[in-house]
């Protein structure tokens, strides 16, 4: 792409890929960057969602689009990125200012209290507990979803479109397990403002007349948006490595149970000038405009994409620059570690690779849950 494309669109093409163009500087940006980022997506979300009751439907719809994906894309921020990170203790200076804003945000958006889920990350970043019955990837893939091992690639496509995409009963499980998490914490004040932030605004938006309104702009991007989103971005992140690197349990499993997943393909061999050429280029503007760009908007959001710098690095501060930071790490041959990094172009194609993985996996090498 920085070969044969324009230099002036490469900074959209390097956060749209999460791959930057050769020699391409650096970017320094504070960890608070992600913070306001995640508020101006909700607050632009939420303003467009009001604005769409007030102009005309086709243009209404449009807003309304517009909405749901800011909205969930900065959801999805605080998640993936602030939230996280703050259990790493990465966001702000003081660890007492990090716990803080964490449980604050598993408060209002019905996650894991922030103690109990920092405790469940950090078992997930040991190379003992990847992949085993304490680790939360594993219970969300093999015991939420229902994924199982040595069953035909096939098979687990199928379940995971029927049995969790678009299965109705697995949103209510999860949504409830979210509740569950958010209200019946060992903290009762964590307990309250989860309970108030779930009930307060129902109950206003009720009271006003605006209740449709609310059940769309915000509770839907909160509930089955966001999930989805989790769903695709689970899926992806890690692979099932052969039973003899998951029984070793050494640096080489960590390198080959997660890949780097940068949405976007590679563009057309074939010159634009040609009529061949430039529907080829039509198609694959319209995939990087559209599918990826979307994956990167709801998906893959932060450094999402680059999951496996963040296994390989749980604690650098340089995780605000992932672009960057992960590909210097490429180029010096990620030193410390047996294997360099790999990675898959396309979520789709991530997912697809990853199920294979799970598929060739013998039933006694992983947990089980009960069905």
């Given amino acids: 792409m920085a070969a044969r494309l324009p230099v002036v669109i490469q900074p959209f093409l390097s956060w749209l890929t999460a791959k930057p163009a050769p020699a391409e500087a650096a970017v320094d940006r504070s960890p608070i960057h992600f913070v306001h980022q995640a508020c101006l997506l909700v607050a632009a979300g939420m303003l467009l969602g009001v604005m769409s009751i007030w102009v005309p439907v086709a243009a209404g719809a449009v807003l309304l689009f517009l909405s749901l994906t800011l909205t969930t894309s900065g959801l999805g921020v ?15 200076r003081g660890w007492e200012r990090n716990r803080a804003v964490g449980r604050l945000i598993s408060a209002i958006f019905l996650f ?20 085993t019955e304490e680790d939360e990837y594993a219970d969300f893939v093999l015991g939420m979803c229902r994924l199982e091992p040595e069953l035909p690639k096939r098979e687990l496509w199928r379940r995971v479109l029927a ?15 979210r509740i569950r998490a958010a209200t019946r914490s060992h903290d009762r004040v964590h307990n309250a403002v989860a309970a108030a932030g779930l009930v307060v605004p129902v109950v206003a938006s009720a009271f006003t007349g605006h209740a449709l309104i609310f059940l769309i702009i915000w509770f839907l991007p909160l509930t089955l948006l966001l ?32 890949a780097g997943v940068f949405p976007g393909a590679p563009p057309p061999p074939l010159p634009a000038w040609s009529a061949p050429g430039l529907c080829a280029w039509g198609s694959w503007w319209l995939n990087m405009l559209t599918v ?7 998906v893959l ?60 996996t013998p039933k006694h090498v992983v947990p089980t849950w009960p069905q």
Wanted: glycine residues 4%; proline residues 5%; hydrophobic residues 40%.
């Fill in 78 to 92: 605080f998640q993936v990125v602030v939230f996280h990170h703050c259990a790493h203790g990465t966001v702000f």
């Fill in 112 to 131: 894991k209290h922030f103690d109990h889920y920092r405790s469940e990350h950090m078992r997930h970043h040991s190379a003992r507990k990847l992949l």
């Fill in 163 to 177: 049995n969790v995409v678009f299965s109705p009963s697995f949103h209510v499980r999860f949504l409830l397990r």
């Fill in 227 to 258: 999930q989805w989103a989790t769903i695709g971005r689970i899926l992806c992140e890690h692979r099932f490595p052969e039973p003899a690197l998951i029984a070793a349990r050494d640096k080489e499993f960590v390198c080959m149970a997660t």
């Fill in 292 to 298: 990826q760009l979307m994956v990167r908007v709801i």
């Fill in 301 to 360: 959001v932060g450094d999402a994409p680059c999951h496996d710098f963040h296994h390989r690095r749980p604690a650098t501060k340089l995780w605000t620059d992932y672009i960057h930071a992960r590909q210097k790490d490429v180029d010096a041959g990620c030193p410390g570690f047996p294997l360099n990094y790999g990675e898959t172009w396309g979520l789709f194609r991530a997912i697809d690779e990853n199920l294979a993985t799970l598929s060739a």
